[in-house]
């Protein structure tokens, strides 16, 4: 069964500084990794999404992340950080023959001034 | 752009009464999803929805809970019986192609209080 770890509950970043969210997975086959964000009271919105190809995909606001197989990880960064990107972070994984998606606990991302 | 819309936003009921969430997925769409927040906790899928019965259930999703597509719009989740421990935040989903390989469009979700 496929399972996500975000090692860091809090991350406090200022304004300007860049960002990197851990994300760890466990999948014994090719995951489909996805980074959702969800501001207070609202939805869950769609960052960005690896299916396959190249390990280095990009979102929407600014957002990459990196697939590393080896370390089974898919790393969230930005270059610089927004006070508006204040808001709680997951990382989640899906897989071909499952049709649910199994999210990791979150990340809180602060941004001091 | 699409999105999908819940209804209520917050509902509030009685432990042991009936509850019934409310989504319009977008519209072309195929998969229809049902997750739910416990507060603090991780998002955790509870059921999936695909021409017009359940494709996958997680082991949360028992007889007290059932899911429907009346019309050619809405996806509802039902609740019977409701109990303390049902309240949190669930959220509907919908995707294009089977949920596990492709991207899943939230709702802003329904905040279900049990007193």
Known sequence: AQSVTQPDIHITVSEGASLELRCNYSYGATPYLFWYVQSPGQGLQLLLKYFSGDTLVQGIKGFEAEFKRSQSSFNLRKPSVHWSDAAEYFCAVGATGFQKLVFGTGTRLLVSP | ?115
């Open chain 2, 1 to 115: 752009e699409p999105e999908v819309t819940q209804t209520p936003s917050h509902q509030v009921t009685q432990m042991g009464q009936e509850v019934i969430l409310r989504c319009v997925p977008i519209s072309n769409h195929l998969y229809f999803y049902w997750y739910r927040q416990i507060l603090g906790q991780k998002v955790e899928f509870l059921v999936s929805f695909y021409n017009n019965e359940i494709s996958e259930k997680s082991e949360i999703f028992d007889d007290q809970f059932s899911v429907e597509r009346p019309d050619g719009s809405n996806f509802t989740l039902k609740i019977r019986s409701t109990k303390l421990e049902d309240s949190a935040m669930y959220f509907c989903a919908s995707s294009e192609g089977v949920g596990g390989t492709q991207p899943q469009h939230f709702g802003d979700g329904t905040r279900l209080s049990i007193l």
